[in-house]
């Protein structure tokens, strides 16, 4: 079982592409469903105008994910007349299809800790120093670690390392979500308006089909045979 979180993203188009967005999503959820993938809606962005979307990310879980994403992961295109301007000379709209790194929380759980006893050091006397008092405590998955000698106890110290911990293991959650949104904010800015994974055509956003020509084949292995044999 494959988990995955995607974006549609009309970046920073037009409400045009937003109205895309909200079109493709319908498309892209049915499929969803078609292949017995589950999915669950974690944010989206409604567009300007009404029943448009301007970005919207999903969660993905299935076993053929990543075959079904690679019919989808990259740009769209639409080619069609605005729906918001009526006389637009503009046929050809894209939105962006991206997979987003997942960010999952980091929780403190004591098996993930490493303590580690240590001797104290400064003020305390020649008792302090005999007694291996101090506490280094690192948190395994994130690699955030704190050393605590506030205290004789070594039972007291580990307590007070561990609500430290929790202090710095919050920061570094922080970080790491803010990382997937700059990620998010990437995607706005690097939509490529080209080489669409998919095109859409019309009013009723019928997928495009691409007609084989063999005739044009035929003559190609023809002009290759004469070209051979000269």
């Known amino acids: 079982m494959y988990t995955k979180i995607i974006q549609l993203t009309a970046a920073k188009g ?21 292949n017995s993938i589950e999915y669950k809606i974690l944010h989206k962005a409604n567009g300007t105008e009404n029943g448009t979307v301007q970005s919207v990310s999903i969660e993905l879980k299935g076993k053929q994910l990543p075959l079904f994403l690679q019919s989808w992961l990259g740009t769209i295109q639409w080619v069609g007349t605005s729906t918001f301007r009526k006389y637009h000379k503009r046929k050809n709209w894209f939105i962006g299809c991206y997979e987003l790194t997942q960010f999952k929380e980091s929780t403190i759980n004591e098996h993930d800790i490493q303590f580690q006893a240590i001797r104290s050091s400064g003020p305390g006397g020649q008792h302090v120093n ?20 506030d205290s004789r106890s070594q039972h007291q110290n580990k307590k007070i390392a561990i609500q430290r911990l929790k202090e710095k293991v919050a ?13 998010k904010w990437e995607n706005h800015l690097s939509l490529e308006r080209g080489n669409p994974v998919r095109v859409f055509v019309g009013s009723d956003f019928k997928k495009e089909k691409k007609t084989k020509s063999y005739k044009t084949k035929r003559n190609q292995l023809k002009n290759d045979l004469r070209n051979e044999f000269r």
Do not use: M, Y
């Open 171 to 183: 920061v570094f959650n922080r970080g790491e979500l803010q990382n997937t949104i700059q990620e």
């Open 14 to 34: 037009p409400s045009e592409c937003a109205w895309v967005v909200a079109k493709i999503l319908k498309i892209f959820i049915k499929e969803l469903i078609d």
């Open 130 to 149: 005999k007694v291996s008092s101090a506490i280094r405590a690192k948190h395994i998955p994130t690699g955030e670690q704190v050393l605590v000698s």
